[in-house]
């Protein structure tokens, strides 16, 4: 599953020149936000460096530490380095990120944080980022539970950014949570953010858990919002095919072939289908045209056999049953030498053989049947 890494451009020139409302009597506020568009316009950390010791400056009494309005920069310097700077090359002390968390949790429960929403959002955002950056890492050295955990406080920073959703979907499908998982897939699939790749994780996650029918449900849902994937038609028809519900896998045969006109898979299915609702010359033809895309395919090959030798019980006529059951020996000899452990094609050889009276074929099966059985 790709993953996305970032959650926005982060649109530091807008901000960090926009008017500092009340504030800009302050010299030392003018330095600080002049370093933060220095950094904007040439990308060298020496600015955030400069910016952190100017804000730094302004916060020395208790009345500072007090002030919203320096507090709000500090926490826009603060969050900048920590998303910034991920390789710490400016020497941030270790525990520099969890101050910055607890800042801006301190700053976004202040009453009076209205005033400075915008600010304060850049700063949730750069923490968000953090956050997510932190759960990669933590995915890549397979530590899934520590990369749920900062997926969700990604998450509690960048409520409205719905990918997140699926990073933790994804950590807890991989940490074996697998209700936790397709809940927030299912958060996912909706007409706004919905995706292929979500609405098969999610159906493939109910079928681990043993529920086809919400795994049905889900991939049902997608295709109404993706009406063009064909992934998704596949996925349906597969589960009808496994499940041998037949009559709801038939409507969906002409929208498949037509989808996947050289997918031997796909026309093995559609055969099958059609064979197990009695339209054997539909399965004939299908089971063919499997075979003509892929000639090493076992399951064609015999299940034609099988049909033949079907047919040549049901014909009324000598001549027509013997020229069926000879048809049929023929594709399951094949079939026998794509898959010579088969006890199943040699049990079928063997009354095709009987009745037709071929002792040396029929003496050659029973002696290769009880090489396999005993």
């Given at each position: 599953?790709?993953?996305s890494?970032?959650?926005?451009?982060?649109?530091?020139?807008?901000?960090?020149?926009?008017?500092?409302?009340?504030?800009?009597?302050?010299?030392?506020?003018?330095?600080?936000?002049?370093?933060?568009?220095?950094?904007?316009?040439?990308s060298?950390?020496?600015?955030?460096?400069?910016?952190?010791?100017?804000?730094?400056?302004?916060?020395?009494?208790?009345?500072?530490?007090?002030?919203?309005?320096?507090?709000?920069?500090?926490?826009?310097?603060?969050?900048?380095?920590?998303?910034?700077?991920?390789a710490?090359k400016?020497?941030?002390?270790?525990?520099?990120?969890?101050?910055?968390?607890?800042?801006?949790?301190r700053?976004?429960?202040?009453?009076?944080?209205y005033?400075?929403?915008t600010?304060?959002?850049?700063?949730?955002?750069?923490?968000?980022?953090?956050?997510?950056?932190?759960?990669?890492?933590q995915?890549r050295?397979?530590?899934?539970?520590?990369?749920?955990?900062?997926?969700?406080?990604?998450?509690?920073?960048?409520p409205?950014?719905?990918?997140i959703?699926?990073?933790?979907?994804?950590?807890?499908?991989?940490?074996?949570?697998?209700?936790?998982?397709?809940?927030?897939?299912?958060?996912?699939?909706?007409?706004?953010s919905v995706?292929?790749?979500?609405?098969?994780?999610?159906?493939?996650?109910?079928?681990?858990?043993?529920?086809?029918?919400?795994?049905?449900?889900?991939?049902?849902?997608?295709?109404r919002?993706?009406?063009?994937?064909?992934?998704?038609?596949l996925?349906?028809?597969?589960?009808?095919?496994?499940?041998?519900?037949?009559?709801?896998?038939?409507?969906m045969?002409?929208g498949?072939?037509?989808?996947?006109?050289?997918?031997?898979?796909?026309?093995?299915?559609?055969?099958?289908?059609?064979?197990?609702?009695?339209q054997?010359?539909?399965?004939?033809?299908?089971?063919?045209?499997?075979?003509?895309?892929?000639?090493?395919?076992?399951?064609?090959?015999?299940?034609?056999?099988?049909?033949?030798?079907?047919?040549?019980?049901?014909?009324?006529?000598?001549?027509?049953?013997?020229?069926?059951?000879?048809?049929?020996?023929?594709?399951?000899?094949?079939?026998?030498?794509?898959?010579?452990?088969?006890?199943?094609?040699?049990?079928?050889?063997?009354?095709?053989?009987?009745?037709?009276?071929?002792?040396?074929?029929?003496?050659?099966?029973?002696?290769?049947?009880?090489?396999?059985?005993?």
């Open positions: 599953m790709k993953l890494r970032k959650i926005i451009t982060l649109v530091l020139f807008g901000l960090f020149t926009a008017p500092l409302t009340g504030f800009c009597q302050s010299e030392a506020l003018k330095v600080v936000v002049n370093n933060l568009a220095y950094y904007k316009q040439h060298e950390l020496k600015y955030l460096a400069n910016a952190k010791k100017s804000v730094d400056s302004l916060i020395k009494t208790r009345s500072d530490s007090s002030s919203l309005g320096k507090n709000i920069y500090k926490a826009i310097v603060y969050s900048s380095i920590a998303y910034i700077d991920s710490n400016l020497n941030q002390p270790d525990n520099f990120f969890d101050q910055t968390v607890a800042l801006v949790n700053l976004a429960a202040s009453k009076k944080i005033k400075y929403q600010e304060l959002n850049f700063s949730k955002r750069c923490l968000a980022n953090v956050f997510i950056r932190r759960g990669f890492d995915t050295h397979l530590d899934f539970n520590k990369a749920v955990e900062s997926f969700e406080s990604a998450q509690a920073y960048a409205n950014f719905s990918q959703n699926a990073y933790i979907a994804y950590a807890n499908t991989r940490a074996g949570r697998l209700p936790e998982a397709v809940k927030f897939y299912n958060t996912l699939i909706t007409a706004d995706k292929t790749e979500y609405v098969i994780a999610a159906s493939n996650i109910y079928k681990t858990m043993g529920d086809t029918s919400k795994a049905l449900d889900i991939l049902q849902k997608g295709r919002f993706l009406p063009a994937d064909k992934s998704l038609m996925e349906e028809a597969n589960i009808y095919n496994n499940k041998k519900d037949y009559r709801s896998l038939e409507p045969l002409k498949l072939l037509d989808s996947y006109p050289n997918d031997a898979e796909v026309y093995f299915i559609a055969g099958n289908c059609y064979d197990h609702l009695d054997a010359d539909r399965a004939e033809s299908l089971y063919l045209r499997s075979i003509e895309l892929n000639s090493s395919g076992y399951d064609p090959v015999y299940n034609l056999g099988l049909l033949y030798l079907k047919r040549s019980a049901n014909n009324k006529n000598a001549a027509d049953a013997e020229k069926n059951r000879l048809v049929a020996a023929q594709w399951l000899q094949k079939a026998y030498e794509m898959a010579p452990k088969n006890v199943n094609t040699l049990k079928l050889l063997q009354l095709i053989y009987a009745k037709n009276g071929n002792e040396d074929q029929l003496n050659y099966i029973n002696y290769k049947l009880q090489q396999l059985t005993n």
